[in-house]
């Protein structure tokens, strides 16, 4: 539409110098039709008369069709700029071969010709049965907009890895249907963050678009900041998907493929995200007089610390969680490392500054994976470590496969989390609320790393008074039931006679379950 895109090629060339890449949505149902800037020369190609208006008619058994749609339609558009393409409706599981669905062959066709001139191929599709996990990206439909469906996406996306299909893209936010809903559409972004594609999306309505800011001041915020924190891992990710590559291992995993218990059905939204993250998605609205969602999640034998708040849970047990719309649970074992971009860096080339968050308690190790973004791809790897009995984090040398991948030097920064106040061989910053020790260590020399010490880090003790107290003073019930809970916590010195207490008053149910998750994390 030139009214829309006076100049497409210089409109994508200007993206392109943001270091964007561009993809078209196609409807290949729809053929080749007259309106279309390609039509006189396809239908030329296809013996049709232009004059006569007719379509060239989608049907990829055809050679001459086949030919024409990629070399006349596509391959000059991805001279003008695109990258690659959104392959969305096509026409049905029919077509002239016996058995043979044609957005499979779409698929197939599609991924392989991504492929030529030595690129790496990619392709962004509808689902076209097993086996579709060989052309990713998968795109699993429109969504309605109700928690139900919200509900579904979790399960859906870990489940598919048991047939090899870890690479998803949903309608972030709700397609189609629905109502206007702030705290939904908030929640599915942060889902979003966990996801294996962060994709937002919507039907063609002035009111249904998901922009952050057309919803409500703290939603917007919210949004805001995991869409902010999604592109901060892209470390994280990349590396994730590399091993996805090579290993088969998808990003989003059921929790029974490293925890083998039936007690993990119970916990459908819940998922391993990448090898380092347990996520307890949040599928339903929140209890409007304590502000917060509750979840129910399995949690595999040992310990895990939430990311965000630093709390930290006793495993082997289901438990349920509770959280403001500002949180979400992501939680790591002791010895976890999650790389990160740094702080404001929000470009898609590979960082200049690093910040890595690191669960203490034991020991970790993680292999950050970058490279040159080739078909053939030239590698660099960066070993991360952390000794939990000496607390040192150590930066080893990057193995550079060749230069000018990375750069010489990085900016990084270091943070504990969970942790108790201690102190390191450098200047630290201590945040009592998200029990975070941070270290800045500045430029580090790629090929000669660096390493950090601390003080005996431990584990914090969740500062169990303080977060409960807190947690009543925000909720919305009567005052008698906040002194009932005061009493309680100051009352009692342990967290077994501090339960029974709660146990005993009249409360809210949904504010006693969140202070006994509080009070029963850690034993």
């Known amino acids: 539409n030139r009214d829309l895109f006076g100049d497409p090629a210089g409109f994508m060339a200007w993206l392109h110098e943001r270091g964007l890449k561009i993809a078209l949505n196609v409807h290949p149902a729809d053929g080749i039709r007259r309106h279309e800037e390609s039509y006189e020369r396809v239908a030329q190609a296809m013996g049709i008369d232009p004059a006569s208006g007719r379509p060239a008619v989608f049907d990829l058994t055809d050679p001459m069709f086949r030919d024409a749609y990629f070399d006349l339609v596509h391959h000059k558009l991805e001279d003008e700029g695109v990258d690659f393409w959104w392959l969305d409706w096509q026409q049905g599981p029919y ?25 790496r191929p990619l392709t962004f599709s509808r689902y076209a049965g097993p086996g579709s996990h060989r052309y990713p990206v998968g795109f699993s439909g429109d969504t309605v907009i109700s928690w139900e469906s919200l509900a579904f996406q979790p399960y859906f996306t870990a489940t598919a890895a048991n047939i090899g299909y870890g690479w998803w893209s949903h309608d972030i936010g709700g397609h189609m249907f629905g109502v206007k809903d702030d705290e939904l559409a908030t929640r599915w972004v942060q889902l979003g963050t966990f996801s294996p594609i962060n994709r937002l999306h919507s039907t063609l309505n002035p009111f249904n678009s998901k922009e952050p800011w057309r919803f409500n001041p703290i939603a917007a915020d919210v949004q805001t900041h995991f869409l902010q924190l999604r592109h ?83 495993g082997d ?30 470009g898609v080339a590979n960082p200049s500054s690093l ?16 490279d040159d973004d080739a078909a053939d791809p030239v590698a660099v790897r960066t070993r991360l470590t952390w000794s939990d009995t000496e607390g040192i984090f150590t930066i080893h040398p990057a193995e550079i496969g060749a230069p ?45 790393g660096a390493a950090v010490r601390f003080d005996r880090p431990q584990l914090s003790d969740n500062d169990v008074v303080r977060r409960v107290l807190a947690l009543v003073d925000r909720a919305e019930v009567p005052f008698a039931q906040k002194d009932e809970v005061s009493r309680a916590m100051s009352q009692w010195p342990d967290a077994a006679s501090r339960a029974r207490a709660i146990l005993e008053v009249d409360l809210d149910s949904t504010l006693r379950s969140a202070v006994l998750e509080l009070v029963l994390a850690k034993l």
């Open 232 to 314: 901060r891992l892209l470390p994280y990710l990349y590396t994730m998907n590399e091993r996805a590559h090579s290993q088969g291992r998808p990003i989003v995993e059921p929790l029974y493929w490293t925890d083998v218990s039936l007690r993990t059905l119970h916990a459908p939204t819940s998922f391993r995200f990448g090898s380092e993250l347990l996520v307890a998605a949040i599928t339903s609205p929140a209890d409007r007089a304590v502000g917060v969602a509750t979840v129910t999640t399995r949690l595999p034998a040992g310990v895990w610390v939430d990311l965000e708040t630093g709390v930290s849970y006793d």
């Open 355 to 370: 910040s890595v968050l690191v669960v203490p308690g034991g020991d970790g190790s993680f292999e950050l994976y970058e």
């Open 317 to 346: 047990r289901e438990v349920t969680l509770h959280r403001p719309l500002e949180q979400y649970p992501a939680l790591g074992k002791p010895g976890a490392i999650v790389p990160m971009t740094g702080f404001g860096e929000y």
């Open 95 to 119: 077509s002239k071969i016996g058995g043979l669905d044609p957005l499979w062959l779409l698929n197939h066709l599609h991924f392989l010709d991504s492929a030529r001139d030595g690129r």
């Open 404 to 448: 000018g991948i990375v750069p010489e030097t990085r900016d990084w920064t270091i943070t504990l989390c969970g942790v108790a106040e201690t102190s390191a061989d450098r200047q630290t910053t201590y945040d009592r609320d998200s029990a975070r020790l941070r270290v800045h260590l500045g430029d580090v020399a790629t090929g000669v």
